[in-house]
């Protein structure tokens, strides 16, 4: 599976495009990003960038915004609608495929050291990734916005700062970085400029004064357009939907005799909720999204893509991917099997006792699946090394010299990786033995066989290892790497074979 976070940074800039721009080009130099949209808003004085990228490359990006907002933008000389503290106001990340909440909140505190220390930007982690419970919630992160933040950060010990200086960036402020789930930035526009009428309609729609669930609100003054604007944060789109915050809106507004004249969402919005809107308003029965033409054709392309395309370039003439990404994805399979036992035992009566160890399980079974994925594309890149290091011209005897220092720096990495794969699937297996023991019984047959998978995995690797191995020169690292492989594979075939045991008990007394 490919690994995909989404970032949507928010950028105190909303009135010249050229700073924008600037910021958005330099996201998109960073190998392997995709922008999926940009947008600005005059009046809140903000904009949105929406991208997204595997792990690596994505905390790379959104280092690179941030550094270019912070030259570009000072917030001393900004005004507008929306709350901020900082050039870059939030950085967020929502993972998309093949990514847990947990690595996201690693990449949240990677990527805020890294602003802190090198940008000397103050840093708070919010939502998912926050060290405090107060700091859950983005509005008290942002309260007193930049020049009250500016007042109290180095007095008050409520508001110091996770990462970087207890002061404040003289121009680039202090930035939110955190995790959260996909949201929906979604106004509601009313044909009247009482910004008080939009404030109380905001009040009574959000979860913080009894609410919907889902909704974060308030009420802004659009003077480009001679309105009012309750302004919304759908954070849980299936909780709260897009149809029941603007119904209850249009009732509210109609009580005090204003209208709706129209709405907008900022940003990208998932097919499902918009098919959810279609359905409830047109009061469409059992109406599921597989009924759309595009979506049938789309996910029929999709569900072919993912394991095919893979399958075709391990069938194709291609020596990469070849054994080693093949072993990778045994081990990621392993823990993708972990992971699901673990949610068909976690909140279940019969086994309450030990749901809360369940939960570790899965956390650690879903960092491993995500380093077991990314290293599918790992092996495949450092055997490429390696040919690139053959192919390489020598003819001197410097030429021919620097090509065998190359290519056995490239036979260390090519043995390298399989051999972090097997540590990985040692890793696993610790877990697995957990939920082969004590994960849900109607399930136990599936830990059996993710345990099959990693000892698969491994005893895959250890090939590769060995196949690598046996073009290096020096002895030492060559005994180094197959000491190490070879006491992993052997703890490995133990562990595996006690969990099958387990597995073949606990199917007995089912």
Known sequence: MIRIVECVPNFSEGRRPEVLDAIVEAIASVEGIRVLGKEMDKDHNRAVVTFVGEPEAVKSAAFAGCAKAAELIDLTQHTGEHPRIGATDVIPFIPIS????????????????????????????YEKAATRPERENLANVREGQFEGLRDVIGVDPSRRPDFGPARIHPTAGATAVGVRDFLIAYNIYLNTND???????????????????????????????????????????????????????????????????????????????????????????????????????????????????FLDEVASKSPAPGGGSVAALAGALAAALGSMVCRLTIGRKKYLAVSEELKEALSQTERYRGRLTAAIQTDAEAFNAVMKAIRTPAETPEEIEKREAALQSAYIKAAEVPLSVMEEVKGLLTQLQIIAAKGNINSTSDAGVGALMAKAACDGAMLNVEANVSSITDQAVRDKLIDRAEEIRCEVDRMAFAILETVRARIKEN
């Open 98 to 125: 093949g990514v847990s909440v947990e690595e996201c909140i690693d990449l949240a505190k990677e990527v805020g050291r890294e602003i802190a220390e090198k940008l000397e930007i103050p840093i708070y982690l």
């Open 195 to 309: 910004l008080e009428l939009a404030r109380k309609i905001a009040r009574r729609v959000r979860f913080l004064d009894g609410g919907f669930r889902y909704v974060k609100a308030n009420g802004f003054a659009i003077r480009e357009r001679g309105c009012v604007q309750v302004s919304m944060n759908l954070t849980n789109y299936k909780g709260t939907p897009i149809h029941d915050a603007f119904d209850f809106v249009k009732r509210e507004a109609a009580r005090y005799g204003v209208s709706v004249t129209d709405s907008e969402v900022i940003g990208l919005v998932p097919f499902e909720a918009i098919v959810d809107t279609a359905a409830f308003h047109l009061q469409l029965n059992d109406f599921k999204p597989e009924q759309v033409l595009e979506h049938k054709l789309y996910a029929g392309g999709a569900a072919e893509s993912v394991p095919t395309l």
